[in-house]
């Protein structure tokens, strides 16, 4: 369970972007974010990530504090995003294992041929300097369906990727999701009717539920 409690922030002081945002996310459903650019989204990935620290309020996930517990924490999720870096002298490969031994976990071989099946992935021994942005976006969402973790963080990942794989993306999606929570926040339309259980739409600084991508436009 990842529970978001009473979560305020503002880049500056007269200025906030989020307000009193409480929400709780649970394993078996994927959840979509939604909103206008500029609305939040990304600010809020960055602090379920610590990437950014609240003004007030507090994130806890299966009972870990993001800041009290923060090593137990931050190993329980992982984040893909619009514009993944890699370092260019190093192979996928070579990425994969690092950031696997980041949390402190082996590859599972079986695991890895599954995804690169799944992607259609072929190039793990290429530097990433060869990769195009495509195959940036699919290099780092293998990665983060392999690590062993509770709680996946997904910002415009598919973007870009092609349409023979979306299909195989959007299966494994729904696969993983009972074992592990999934937030995508996506501006395709196609994406969150196919994948998203619960449609969570962030404006005016607040985060709620709506029923169906229509009730975006409902004033």
Known sequence: MLKINQLNFSYTRNTPVLENINYTFEKGKVYALVGANGAGKTTLFKLLLNQLLPNDGSVVLNGSHHLEDRVNYQRQLVFSGDEPHFLPYLTGREWLLFVLSAYHQKPDAEKLAKLQDIFDFSELDLKTEEYSHGMNKKLSMIINFM??????????????????????????????????IIILSSHSRDL????????????????????????????
């Open 192 to 219: 969150i009717e196919a994948c998203s259980d619960q449609v969570l739409l962030l404006k005016n600084k607040h985060l709620g539920d709506i029923n169906q991508f229509d009730d975006i436009f409902a004033d």
């Open 147 to 180: 690590i062993d973790c509770q709680c996946l963080l997904f910002d415009e990942s598919v973007a870009g990727i092609d349409p023979f794989t979306l299909r195989n993306i959007y299966d494994l999606i729904e696969e993983t999701k009972e074992e592990k």
